[in-house]
């Protein structure tokens, strides 16, 4: 999801009149929120978890159990600072530690649960596992969630300001319409997963990803792979709850191809995309003695690579009058 989705959720949390539990309670709720993106700052780690976006510190080990604690002992460091150089805070709350660390491990909690909405996915187990898990519940910017936190935190802070009783009210009243429109929207891509399946072509795919629409979540463009072939369609509840509405044709991922399992290797930078990549896909242009291949994904360039989301290698052809390599 994208980094104000994940702050209004942390706000919407610390308003829920968890902000009044420690000082700093707002800062750690929204910074522990977005805490797990550090991870695109370490793409030249050298450890392939770590540099891998959604991988580690996205995960159960990193992201969940390792981080909190170290956002916890820099708010206190900052705060202890700032005491120092003889800092008056208004809020007048004392500081809870126990408290502090609580908010940041509630705040980092929410991150990998939204990240786990939409196709691109995460990496939950790492670094035991490389496995990505994805539940397609939601697109990878939802201005519907972004409608129902922005009101119950434009209402929760009234009610604060004016000291009215529960004030946090619409805020847990927001956080519970989130849950459930993300509940929802789960389930329609549970049905848009099952379509191909129930479709003339009785599809049995190996992998399958269903990406809600923005505005008119109900929809899913679904794409699958199924011995080595893409295809796409449209899936819609409201013309059916089990067939695709339309569905193209298939079109070959060409990864089997000899020349592309040997530019799979050929460069550092495909080797990386690769092991991002869930649906990768290969574009071959032969050009004399060479030939170049071009990478994607499908879940967001298509078979043919319309876009430009994509990664090449230029590798020597074996063909006659060519010279061995």
């Not at 104000?4 to 750690?28: D, I």
């Not at 939409?118 to 397609?136: C, G, K």
Request: proline share 8%; glycine share 10%; net charge positive.
């Amino acid at each position: 999801m994208d980094n104000l989705t994940h702050s209004l959720v942390g706000w919407a949390l610390a308003e829920t009149g968890l902000k009044r539990r420690t000082r700093k309670g707002l800062a750690a709720c929204i910074l522990a929120a977005n805490m797990p993106d550090i991870d695109v700052f370490f793409g030249w780690a050298p450890w392939a978890p770590l540099a891998m976006h959604r991988g580690f510190t996205h995960g159960l080990v990193g992201g969940v159990l390792l981080m909190p604690p170290l956002l916890a002992g820099l708010l206190l460091l900052l705060d202890r600072w700032q005491i120092s150089r003889g800092a008056v805070f208004k809020s007048g709350l004392p500081m809870n530690a126990g408290w502090l660390l609580a908010l940041c491990y509630l705040g980092a909690l929410t991150h990998p649960l939204l990240d786990l909405q939409n196709v691109y996915a995460i990496q939950l187990l790492s670094p035991s596992s490389e496995r990505w898990f994805h539940t397609d519940g939601l697109f990878i910017i939802s201005p519907w969630l972004l409608a129902i936190l922005g009101t119950g935190l434009w209402l929760a802070r009234g009610r604060w300001k004016r000291r009215a009783r529960r004030a946090g009210k619409p805020a847990v009243a927001a956080l519970a319409g989130v849950s459930g429109f993300i509940v929802a929207n789960i389930g329609i891509s549970a049905l848009a997963w099952q379509a191909p399946g129930n479709s003339p072509s009785h599809a049995k795919p190996d992998r399958i990803f269903a990406s809600p629409e923005p505005l008119l979540f109900w929809r899913r463009d679904v794409i699958w792979r199924e011995r080595g072939a893409i295809t796409q369609g449209r899936y819609d509840p409201l013309h059916g709850l089990t067939a695709l509405v339309e569905a193209g044709q298939p079109v070959a991922d060409n990864m089997t191809d000899p020349l592309v399992r040997r530019a799979s290797a050929a460069d550092p930078e495909v080797v990386k995309f690769l092991a991002w990549s869930q649906m990768p896909v290969a574009r071959i242009e032969p050009h004399g003695c060479r030939t170049t291949v071009t990478f994607g994904d499908a879940r967001y360039s298509g078979p043919a690579l319309s876009r430009n989301f994509n990664v090449s290698a230029t590798v020597p052809t074996i063909a006659p009058g060519c010279p061995a390599r």
